[in-house]
């Protein structure tokens, strides 16, 4: 979903720990929020992200991960237009 909606975002780590993080060089109007924004939308979905590794187990149904990844595209839309607006949280 990230790269899909233009989001400076990746996924990183291991299959079972993914990890969300800011691609290495973001646009400089994006540094510090992206990951900041994306985060509060999705908590304001049910989902709470932190930029730490996620632990994926067997408990996890194929409902569960179709339920994240329709929250996280959502959510890139949602930050990337507070962003947009320069809204949001504070920053750094």
């Not at 780590?13 to 900041?36: C, D, F, I, R, S």
């Not at 632990?55 to 409902?63: K, Q, V, Y």
Request: aromatic content about 8%; overall charge negative; some cysteine.
């Amino acid at each position: 979903a990230f790269h899909k909606l233009g989001f400076p975002l990746k996924l990183r780590g291991l299959p079972a720990m993914p990890e969300v993080g800011q691609t290495q060089n973001p646009p400089a109007e994006l540094a510090g929020k992206v990951m900041t924004e994306w985060c509060a939308a999705m908590q304001r979905r049910g989902f709470y992200m932190t930029g730490h590794c996620w632990f994926i187990s067997l408990a996890h149904t194929a409902d569960d991960i179709e339920r994240t990844i329709a929250a996280s595209d959502g959510a890139v839309t949602e930050a990337l237009a507070v962003i947009s607006q320069n809204e949001g949280l504070p920053y750094k």
